[in-house]
């Protein structure tokens, strides 16, 4: 079946620091599934940070950024300058595109900002 | 617009009781989705309805917990009986339909098993 996997446990990093987080896809359904990073903010819910259905292209939003390599299996999510704010659980999701939407997930990372 | 919304955000219970867990999508999406969600097993698919016909029943899951969907607004998910093991917090998301695959989850339930 289908998989993700993506940095696991925690990751601190300093305040205005860069951000990365790994994440990587196996799909045995669909060649090109689509592409999800979710958030749960504290006291919050799950909810979309961003999304790429295309290989090749990049996804933004919130000042992160994400881009579909077909090649590497890989969908990392980045941040140039992290903020306390940005303190959160983050997962990477696919789904088939087959017309069902049921996504599979990574077992998410907690981002931790330090001050 | 109203989210997806889940009753009650937090439940304790004793081993071997019976408890229902309940979700109401948002209105209009025709997709819903029960998980589970751990630390060290991260989000696992209990079950999957489209408009109202279950799709998936995750397969590890079947023997202890039923979802239901008896119309398009509601949804239920009971575990019986409980087990510590099933210590957890169960997410409902609902998603639009057919190629709308983005999903908009609710709060979740947070329950204790003792």
């Known amino acids: 079946g289908d998989s993700v996997t993506q940095t696991e446990g925690q990751v601190t990093v300093s305040e205005s620091k860069s951000l990365i987080i790994n994440c990587t896809y196996s799909a045995t359904s669909i060649a090109y599934p689509n592409l999800f990073w979710y958030v749960r903010y504290p006291g919050e819910g799950l909810q979309l940070l961003l999304k790429?259905?295309?290989?090749?292209q990049k996804g933004s939003s919130r000042g992160f950024e994400a881009t579909y390599n077909k090649e590497t299996t890989s969908f990392h999510l980045q941040k140039a300058s992290v903020q306390e704010s940005d303190s959160a659980v983050y997962y990477c999701a696919l789904s088939d595109d087959s017309g069902y939407n049921k996504l599979t997930f990574g077992k998410g990372t907690v981002l931790l900002v330090s001050p | 617009d109203a989210g997806v919304t889940q009753t009650p955000r937090h439940e304790v219970a004793e081993k071997g009781q019976t408890i229902i867990l309940k979700c109401e999508p948002v209105s209009g999406h025709n997709d819903l989705f029960w998980y589970r969600q751990t630390k060290i097993q991260g989000l696992e698919l209990l079950s999957y309805?489209?408009?109202?016909?279950?799709?998936?029943d995750g397969g590890a899951f079947k023997d202890r917990f039923k979802a239901e969907m008896l119309n398009s607004s509601f949804s239920t998910l009971k575990i019986q009986p409980t087990e510590p093991k099933d210590s957890a917090v169960y997410l409902c998301a609902s998603s639009p339909g057919i190629n709308q695959d983005t999903q908009y989850f609710g709060p979740g339930t947070r329950l204790l098993v003792l």
């Open positions: 309805f489209r408009s109202k016909s279950l799709m998936e």
């Open positions: 790429v259905i295309t290989a090749g």
